[in-house]
C-alpha cells in the first residue's frame, strides 16, 4: 500500500477513511472523557497475542458498564479485514469504546466503538543500548485494572518530564512504585530475582510474556516495590507493547546499577524478540 | 425561537448547527480524555456570574497548560453572540476546551474550542421540597483544582447511586469529604454555623455567592468536615450552577437533621434567588 495513502479505520459499524471520521460533540469522551480502550502491534498482518487483548479490552468495558457492541469473535473479523485493508508492515491498532452519545452530557448511551490502525515506530537500536532515565511522581490512577481513556496526569506530566530531560513518569503510591502510564516496571535484584508491582497497576500483556520468559531461567516475583528498592536495583526496565522492553539507567537523577543496561534486561529483550517472531511465523505459515 | 430549531453551537472558530458539530477523531479528548471545561447559567440572555467563570475556566486550561485561543474580552463576544443566535430562555452555556488533533494520540497540540449551549431544566420545587439522598465514596480528583473533562469515576458511580436509590455521590478522602463530581457540599452546625470543606475541591462559583450570602448573617467557616460531622449536621445541602441549593436530608442512609429540609438551606436558597434575579435586572435594565 501506498505509505502516502489515507488509512481505513473502523467507526461505528462500518469501515471509513480516517481524515473522514469523527465523533460528534455529543459524545461522552468528548464531554466527559469517558471511555476505555486497548491496543495491540500487528507485524506481517498478525496481531500479536490478539486473544490477551481482547480479553483486558472486555474486561475494561465492563467494570465501565459499556457494553461491547460486538462479540470477540465478531470484533476478531472487523480488525482482520481493517488489516487487510490497510495492509501495513509493523503497525498498532487501537480500540476505543467511549459512553456514546450522550443525552444530557453525563449519561452513558450506546458506545461508539472507534477501531484505528497506524505505523508504528519501535524504539531504537541506539535508545535500547544507552537506556532511559525517567523521574517518579505520586499519583494513583482511578480504578488502575480497567485502561480508561483518561491520561489527565499522564499527558499534564510530559512538562515535568521534559522540564527534567527525562522519558517516563513512574508513578507510587505511599512509597510503593506502581506503573508508567502507558507501561509496566521491573527490577532486578542482587540476587538475579525478577520483580515487578503486584497491584494498582494494569497488569500489561507483555508484562505477563516477560514474566513468563524470565521464569524460565529467573526466580520471579510479584510483590510491591518500594522507591528504595528501586534506588538499589541492579537492572531496571519498563514493558509495553510498543516499546517491548527498554532498560532504565536513571531514576529521578539516581544510577541504577552501573547506569547502562543490564545483561539480564537484555537477555529478556532477545527472548521478547525470539517469542514475538516465533508467534508471527506461526500463523504466517 | 422555534423549540424544535437546531441549536448553534461554536467550534474551531465557526457557528454551525449542532448536529453538524463533531470532533476527528485524533481530538485528544477522545484518545486520551484530556480537555477542561467550564459551565455557567444564562437567564433572560444574561450569563450569570461570567467572569467568575472565565475567569476559572482560564485557570483550568493554564493548568493543564491547554492555551485558550482567545482573550477574555473575544471570548465574551462569542459567547454574546451564541446566546443572541439561540434565543433560549433559562440555559447553560458549556465551554470544552480539548487538547487539540494530536499527531500521536498523546502530545496535546492546537486546543480545540467547543461552546455549546442548551435548554436547562431547574430542579422542580417539589424536590426542593423534599430535599435529597446522597451516599459517599472514597475518592479524590486527579487536580482537584481544575475543571477538567474527566469524570470516569463520577460516571462509573451513577450504578452505585441508582442502586441505593441516590441522587448523588458525596467524595471523601481519609475521612474527611471534599465535593460531588458536579456540585459542592456544605453542612449548617448545631449553632447555626455554615460549614464547607476548603481543600481538595472545585471551587464553585455558586459556593462563593452562597458563602458570601450566608455571611451577612451567618458565621461561615471553610475547613475540613469528617464524615462523622457530617452525621451530626443540623441541616446539609450542596450547591451547583444548574441546581443551585438542594437540601440534603439522608446521607448513607442517616437522617440528616429532622430528616427535611431545614430552615437556613431554604433562606440561603431564597437569597440565591433574589441575588440571581437582581444580577438578572441589572444587566437587562
Redesign the interface.
Same mark, same amino acid.
Given at each position: 500500500m501506498d505509505s502516502q495513502a489515507i488509512l481505513q479505520?473502523f467507526?461505528s459499524g462500518e469501515f471509513l477513511p &480516517?481524515?473522514k /471520521? &469523527?465523533?460528534? *460533540?455529543s $459524545? #461522552? /469522551? *468528548? !464531554? =466527559?472523557?469517558?471511555?476505555v480502550f486497548d491496543f495491540f502491534k500487528v507485524e506481517k498482518q498478525t496481531p500479536l497475542f490478539l486473544d490477551d487483548y481482547l480479553e483486558r479490552f472486555y474486561t475494561s468495558a465492563s #467494570?465501565?458498564?459499556l457494553p461491547v457492541p460486538y462479540q470477540k469473535e465478531e470484533l476478531k473479523q472487523i480488525i482482520e479485514k481493517l488489516i487487510s485493508l490497510n495492509n501495513l508492515d509493523v503497525s498498532g491498532v487501537?480500540m *476505543?469504546l %467511549?459512553?456514546g452519545y450522550s443525552e444530557n @452530557?453525563? $449519561?452513558?448511551a450506546a458506545p461508539n466503538l472507534?477501531i484505528?490502525q !497506524?505505523p508504528l515506530t519501535l524504539p531504537s537500536a541506539d535508545k535500547v543500548a544507552k537506556g532511559i532515565s525517567i523521574i517518579t511522581y505520586e499519583?494513583l490512577r $482511578?480504578?488502575p485494572e480497567v485502561k &480508561? +481513556?483518561?491520561? %489527565?496526569? @499522564? +499527558? =499534564?506530566l510530559?512538562?515535568h518530564m521534559r522540564e527534567r530531560k527525562a522519558e517516563e513518569v513512574l508513578y507510587y503510591i505511599n512509597g510503593i512504585v506502581t506503573e508508567f502510564p502507558r507501561c509496566n516496571f521491573f527490577i532486578v535484584t542482587d540476587n538475579n530475582t525478577l520483580v515487578t508491582p503486584s497491584r494498582n497497576i494494569l497488569k500489561g500483556i507483555t508484562r505477563k510474556n516477560v514474566l513468563a520468559l524470565a521464569a524460565k531461567k529467573y526466580k520471579v516475583e510479584t510483590r510491591d516495590i518500594t522507591l528504595n528498592e528501586v534506588m538499589q536495583a541492579k537492572e531496571a526496565f519498563l514493558t509495553s507493547s510498543t516499546k517491548r522492553i527498554l532498560p532504565i539507567v536513571q531514576v529521578d537523577g539516581n544510577l541504577i546499577g552501573a547506569g547502562t543496561p543490564g545483561p539480564v534486561t537484555l537477555e529478556l529483550l532477545q527472548n521478547l524478540f525470539a517469542l514475538e517472531e516465533k508467534v508471527v511465523a506461526e500463523v504466517v505459515r
Open positions: 479505520v467507526l &480516517s481524515n /471520521a &469523527s465523533l460528534h *460533540i $459524545d #461522552l /469522551a *468528548i !464531554q =466527559r472523557g469517558f471511555g #467494570l465501565m458498564y487501537k *476505543i %467511549t459512553g @452530557g453525563f $449519561d452513558p472507534l484505528q !497506524q499519583y $482511578d480504578l &480508561s +481513556i483518561n491520561y %489527565t496526569t @499522564g +499527558i =499534564r510530559l512538562h
